[in-house]
């Protein structure tokens, strides 16, 4: 079935540090590919998305491009802040008519 | 912008109960999800619906069941609460019908923390 596998972490960086979280996935055909975030104490909101392949999605000074030929689709942000210390989650729809398919996050810690 | 409203943030209840979490989203969408978020295990799917009346298990619909009678708003029953349903509980919308609903982002509601003494 469709799966998504991300680095856990917690990864921890410090403000104006370089941000790479690594997503790879398996799927059928060619899915939509979503990140999303969640703040402490919050629900998840969609971070960014890209519907088909060497789409690049952005939002908020982070990117990701759906890379086909690497099933993959890494989060990058070029200057983190404090304020990015969140949850981020990958995600893809899954097979079949049962909701999206999650990775099971990545918790990001920015110290200033 | 799409609101998706879970009644309460924190929840108490007693092994045993029979549980009622609420969720209602104001964009007319079609589709409303139950997730459970554990540490370590990320976000499972409970149950979904795509329509009034409609229901489909999701992984984890065990000792859960859900309804659906309002477009805007879907119930999640804990129908005899057991400590290992100590949780967050997320619950989400999304638009579109039959195999293009798959690729439109779900939009999220605050959570229930769900605590079964």
């Known amino acids: 079935g469709d799966s998504v596998t991300q680095m856990e972490g917690p990864v921890t960086l410090s403000e104006e540090a370089f941000l790479t979280i690594n997503c790879t996935y398996t799927?059928?055909?060619?899915?939509?590919l979503f990140w999303y975030v969640q703040y402490p104490g919050e629900g998840l909101q969609l971070l960014l998305k890209?519907?088909?392949?060497?789409d690049k999605g952005s939002n908020k000074g982070f990117e990701a491009t759906y890379r086909k030929e690497t099933t993959s689709f890494h989060l990058e942000k070029g200057s983190v802040q404090v304020s990015d210390s969140a949850v981020y989650f990958c995600a893809l729809p899954g097979g079949g008519a049962d909701g999206l398919t999650f990775g099971k996050g990545t918790h990001l810690i920015i110290q200033p | 912008d799409v609101k998706v409203t879970q009644s309460s943030r924190y929840l108490v209840k007693r092994t045993g109960e029979k549980v009622f979490l609420e969720c209602v989203q104001d964009m007319d969408h079609e589709n409303m999800f139950w997730y459970r978020q554990d540490p370590g295990l990320g976000l499972r799917l409970i149950y979904f619906s795509y329509d009034v009346k409609m229901k489909e298990k999701g992984d984890i619909p065990e000792g859960y069941s859900v309804s659906r009678e309002k477009k805007e708003r879907f119930s999640l029953i804990l129908e005899s609460a057991s400590t290992n349903q100590t949780s967050m509980y997320l619950c989400?919308?999304?638009?579109?019908?039959?195999?293009?609903?798959?690729?439109?982002?779900?939009?999220f509601g605050d959570g229930t923390r769900l605590s079964i003494l």
């Open positions: 989400a919308s999304s638009s579109g019908t039959g195999q293009v609903y798959g690729n439109q982002p779900q939009h």
């Open positions: 890209a519907t088909k392949a060497d």
């Open positions: 799927a059928t055909g060619y899915p939509s």
